[in-house]
């Protein structure tokens, strides 16, 4: 797999999934006035400014573009592992807010962005990763001149 492509689709995948975070902290607490990250008295999201929600979705990706790196050097069928991993990673981060003693209100916006962000980096980046292994496997099977 061509290191250089999956790295600038990683790039442009934590560029997608920052305005995504940045689009639903806007909703969020524009539209609905909710306040995602309230000083509660526990949780490690206690009063976290927005500006670093939004970048922790940026490195996100990125880590998320690590992964699938090592996925494939590594493992027989990298695609189907990393899907995997999203997913419950995904999953993990959307109910994380829950357990948390912030309001319901900011429980549940929090864990919709998350979902959202998670989805959109599970998408681009396997699909990046599909289009990767496919051209690497054709080029592979292409008879040299």
Known sequence: MDGTRLWGAGLATALVAELVACLGVLI???VFDIELFPPWKRGVLSGMPTSAFIVLAGMGALLATLILQFLVALTPAPLR???WIMVLL???FT???FSTGAPPAAQIA???IDLCVGLVILSLLSQAGH???RDEESFGSAPLD
Request: glycine share 16%; proline share 6%.
């Open 110 to 112: 929090t864990g919709l």
């Open 28 to 30: 969020v607490g524009g």
């Open 81 to 83: 592992v990393f899907s």
């Open 90 to 92: 995904t999953l993990i």
């Open 95 to 97: 109910v994380a807010p």
């Open 131 to 133: 289009s990767m292994i």
